[in-house]
């Protein structure tokens, strides 16, 4: 499997690490592609991996599946080409699809083109649940309360207060680096205007904790992750780096666990 990223930042390193140097999923990182050319370079050295700073060249090359590890920004200019190029997409700026319309849209090209868009659990879990109740219309409420330190969200405070409460839609909108866990949420279960989601910035805490509330026909769910930074970055839980590396661990797999 020859994988391509789209980004020079601390997901890209993580997975270039664990899969070209301690080999965690089959195949390998053969190219690069970002603005930053500094940091490009050096992974490129580092890791074998050619860089690119035009796209027309590193979605030319013969990549079975691109990793979007950028921004909201970058992934809304890049990730369509992606897919017009038949390549499968693992997005990992859930934040992009605040725009529903997009999400819709590229669904479509996607099956046109026969190939797989996945969007990656991130820093949370329960979103197996959320699909099987929605399958058959049994969910009805979901909540996602997330408490990070201030470092984290990008804001000052001495002491813990809740810094916003709304839907899905309005949370992406005002904390677009932060809170992709609430789209990714929205997107498995009852849409972004519908799923509920709370911040709290609390400068005690080391660890990002999200707990997710979900209530329907189906039951009743309650589950918190309390996720570990990655080292290099504050505000990236190391989770949704891991969560990256398990589609690519278990793309086209024999077996499948869940949904």
């Given at each position: 499997?020859n ?82 190029h038949?390549k ?32 990656p ?9 959320l ?56 997107i ?24 997710i ?24 839980s ?8 398990s ?5 086209g ?7």
């Open positions: 499997m994988i391509g990223i789209i980004g020079t930042g601390n997901i890209a390193s993580y997975l270039l690490e664990q899969i070209n140097k301690q080999q965690r999923a089959e195949g390998q990182v053969i190219a690069i592609f970002g603005r930053n050319q500094e940091m490009g370079q050096q992974l490129s050295e580092r890791f074998e991996a050619d860089f690119y700073t035009d796209l027309q060249g590193f979605l030319d090359l013969p990549l079975d599946i691109v990793v979007e590890a950028a921004t909201v920004e970058a992934a809304g200019i890049y990730v369509k080409h992606v897919v017009e038949q499968d997409l693992v997005v990992s700026s859930i934040g992009v699809f605040k725009d529903i319309a997009f999400l819709e849209e590229l669904k479509r090209l996607a099956e046109a083109k026969g190939t797989h868009i996945y969007l659990s991130g820093a949370i879990g329960g979103l197996d649940v699909q099987s109740a929605k399958a058959a219309d049994a969910l009805d409420h979901v909540q996602i309360t997330t408490r990070k330190s201030p470092a984290s969200l990008g804001v000052e405070a001495e002491e813990e207060k809740v810094i916003f409460e709304g839907s899905a839609f309005e949370a992406v909108e005002k904390f677009p680096k932060n809170i992709n866990v609430a789209l990714v949420l929205a498995a279960g009852i849409g972004a205007e519908k799923t509920k989601v709370r911040i709290i910035v609390d400068p005690d805490i080391e660890q990002n904790t999200h707990t509330e979900a209530e329907g026909v189906f039951g009743w769910m309650e589950l918190q992750v309390q996720n570990n930074p990655m080292p290099s970055n504050p505000k990236t190391l989770l949704a780096a891991l969560s990256i590396l589609v690519l661990q278990n793309r797999s024999a077996l499948r666990i869940g949904n």
